[in-house]
């Protein structure tokens, strides 16, 4: 799992109206892509784990999913078409060490 120390960014803060990113995203984009570390992605399809640690219990799960995965396809150079399985959970932590962790594994296909 690969660890990244900033908050998730939901759906609600990333979006004016329908199709203009906020500045909070813009910069958020930038940070996390610069943030996020090197690695060699498997060959797809792809199943993504995905572990937000949010400080606020009510924060939804899938708020920050889009923004992330959308970040991801563009820093590492997939097409999320070949996302086939996620795994995502929700973990509370102390405001401040808000996290997301994530590992981009090769989906086993049944057989």
Avoid: C
Avoid at 27 to 37: A, G, Q, W
Wanted: charged share 30%.
């Amino acid at each position: 799992m690969n660890k990244i120390k900033i908050k998730p960014l939901s759906v609600n803060l990333a979006w004016k109206g329908r199709r203009f990113k906020t500045q909070k995203y813009k910069d958020y984009e930038v940070m996390l892509k610069v943030m996020l570390p090197a690695i060699k992605l498997p060959e797809p399809p792809y199943h993504i784990i995905i572990d937000f640690g949010f400080s606020n219990k009510g924060s939804d799960i899938d708020n920050p999913l889009k923004p992330f995965l959308d970040i991801l396809q563009k820093k590492y150079n997939f097409n999320d078409k070949d996302i086939y399985q996620l795994t995502v959970n929700k973990s509370i932590v102390k405001k401040g060490n808000e996290f997301i962790d994530f590992e981009i594994k090769e989906r086993e296909l049944p057989k």
